[in-house]
């Protein structure tokens, strides 16, 4: 035996009370299945079905578990050990679903950047999670990811290793992993954290969200049934594959459940996906609203077969009444509207939904074991058409962050209800209607940006005197970002401070939409005005001055 003493490092937990647990299993949600557990009985059952699609690659079931099994224990064989963390980042290619599934078969933990994250944010994952691994591609989208890898060693010296789709430069090519597959462990403890997904986090960064096996798999199998997905189904992934909506609602996991077809695209445009729709015959497909948008209006214009598609889900913003008739019109199929968070509670309108249901709300919880609360400002319920705060619980929604106890304290309630930040109302048929947020973040077009991490960045500026973000709506991406500043002696540039933050090392998504320079905050109110009053009326200001 080695005597390498055992990792000093915060276990992955997620807990939920005795009693809860013993309901949840005596009520079938949780089966005690695990994610290598159902891959391998697909291998087997579906062998010869086709599993993955994207780009050259056409991998059947037995292809794809021949591949995680062969990167599993490359990985084990390169020095990682179970319950090693490894950041993946990387995009909709057919290898972000072999390594991930690798990363299950050797018992390691993914945790799921998205591609359009940089240095600050992929440096806060490896750190938080205490990762000892990041796997990119060599390029995606035009950027160099062992560039990041190279500054994210420098910044994170615990990240020792790297693992590259594509040429490795001086890291290890996922390609070439190999080892002795009798060295991989056993199936993991269903109630085991599989990976960490991350939040959009309203206030700073991300927070890192534990999922177990049992949880997740509940959740997209249980989608399964009320998305329609089954192994005929061909499910497309349109959105980056790292993002909780196109991994589990039903998502590509869901579709590996069932048998189904995955199909990347990528890029989540008309251009690219229209093609790949009418040549693998998708069935199913999730978009934001902006993007179900400009599906509808190019779908009308388009030469490419789209007449497969059955069901188009919209969610991760909200869809509003006119924009989800427009869709229906454009696209000639049925459309269901999905609430749903990475932290836990997803919501979908039925297919069977009179077309007003679909149009009008956001759906309903998919689990009967759901429990969702609406609270006034006091905590107190609030009666159905009411809008008040969204709390939720139940079989797939977390009980905690992974390593932020300040996180932990605002988000989740004594009795173990999680603030989902959103406000929304109940209608009486049970529907939920999200009708904006709480918290102060901007969802652009289903990209979550934090006013605090953005305010943070502007500050840093040394001609910046003070700076507050706010959302303000925008016809094509729902909400945009607006940042008010308060310059210092000298005035600098709009296109200088938008720089500024993008050389931070931050997602581009992130960057401010638009600059607003003022002279002051000046505030009506007596005293010490909150950040978010002030974004409030800032935005309040700006809004009644665009309409005059
Ligand atoms: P995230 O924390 O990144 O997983 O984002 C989840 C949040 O996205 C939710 O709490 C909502 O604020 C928002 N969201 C997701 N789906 C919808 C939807 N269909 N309509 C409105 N907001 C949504
Ligand atoms: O926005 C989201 O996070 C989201 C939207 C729809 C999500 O996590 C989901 C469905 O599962």
């Not at 079931?61 to 050990?81: K, M, N, V």
Request: hydrophobic share 45%.
């Amino acid at each position: 035996m080695s005597d390498t003493p055992a990792p000093q490092r915060l276990p992955l937990r997620q807990v939920w009370p005795d009693d809860r647990v013993a309901h949840y299993r005596a009520a079938g949600h949780w089966r005690g299945e695990t994610f290598p557990g159902f891959l391998r009985d697909r291998a087997q059952r579906f062998s010869g079905d086709l599993a993955v699609v994207g780009g050259a690659v056409r991998w059947t079931y037995a292809q794809l578990w021949d591949e995680a099994e062969r990167i599993a224990a490359g990985l084990l064989a390169q020095g990682l050990a179970p319950g090693d963390r490894v950041v993946v980042q990387l995009g909709n290619i057919p290898e972000f679903v072999a390594v991930v599934c690798a990363l299950f078969r050797a018992q390691l933990v993914p945790v799921y950047a998205l591609p359009a994250h940089r240095l600050t944010e992929v440096a806060h994952f490896a750190r938080k999670a205490e990762a000892v691994a990041y796997v990119c591609a060599e390029k995606y989208e035009a950027f160099d990811y062992r560039t990041l890898a190279r500054e994210l060693q420098r910044e994170v010296p615990a990240v020792r290793h790297v693992f590259v789709v594509g040429d490795g430069g001086e890291f290890v090519p996922v390609a070439g992993l190999d080892g002795d597959r009798a060295a991989l462990p056993g199936d993991p403890d269903p109630q085991s954290v599989a990976f960490l997904q991350i939040s959009g986090g309203s206030t700073g960064l991300s927070k890192l969200i534990p999922r177990t096996h049992d949880d997740y798999i509940y959740s997209f199998r249980a989608s399964n049934d009320l998305c329609g997905i089954d192994r005929d189904s061909v499910y497309m992934v349109a959105l980056p594959a790292a993002h909780n909506f196109p991994m589990s609602s039903p998502g590509f996991f869901g579709a590996l459940y069932a048998g189904a077809c995955v199909v990347l695209s990528p890029g989540p445009g008309p251009d690219v996906a229209f093609p790949l729709i009418a040549r693998e015959r998708v069935t199913c497909v999730g978009l934001v609203p902006p993007l179900a948008l400009l599906w509808a209006d190019a779908a009308a214009k388009t030469a490419h077969d789209l007449s497969s598609l059955r069901v188009v889900q919209v969610g991760g913003a909200k869809l509003v009444p006119e924009a989800a008739r427009r869709v229906i019109a454009g696209l000639g199929c049925t459309l269901q509207q999905v609430f749903g968070m990475a932290e836990g509670l997803v919501n979908y309108t039925r297919l069977g939904d009179p077309e007003e249901v679909v149009v009008r709300t956001q759906g309903r919880p998919i689990s009967p074991d759901d429990e969702v609360l609406i609270v006034d400002d006091q905590g107190a319920p609030v009666p159905d058409g009411t809008t008040g705060h969204l709390l939720a619980r139940g079989p797939y929604t977390i009980r905690a962050y992974h390593n932020d106890p300040a996180a932990n304290a605002r988000s989740f309630t004594d009795d173990g209800w999680y603030r989902t930040g959103d406000m929304v109302q109940r209608t009486a048929d049970g529907n939920l209607v999200v009708q904006g947020r709480a918290t102060d973040h901007i969802n652009r077009a289903g990209e979550k940006i934090s006013a605090e991490e953005i305010e943070d960045h502007l500050l840093a500026h040394p001609q910046v005197f003070d700076a507050a973000v706010v959302s303000i709506p925008d016809d094509f991406l729902g909400e945009r970002s607006c940042a008010f500043v308060i310059p210092g002696e000298a005035r600098p540039r709009p296109a200088e401070l938008k720089a500024w933050v993008r050389g931070r090392g931050l997602a581009a998504f992130k960057v401010p939409d638009q600059i607003v320079f003022v002279d002051a905050f000046g505030t009506t109110a007596v005293g010490k005005v909150s950040r978010r009053e002030l974004r409030a009326q800032l935005r309040a200001r700006f809004l009644a001055e665009q309409g005059a």
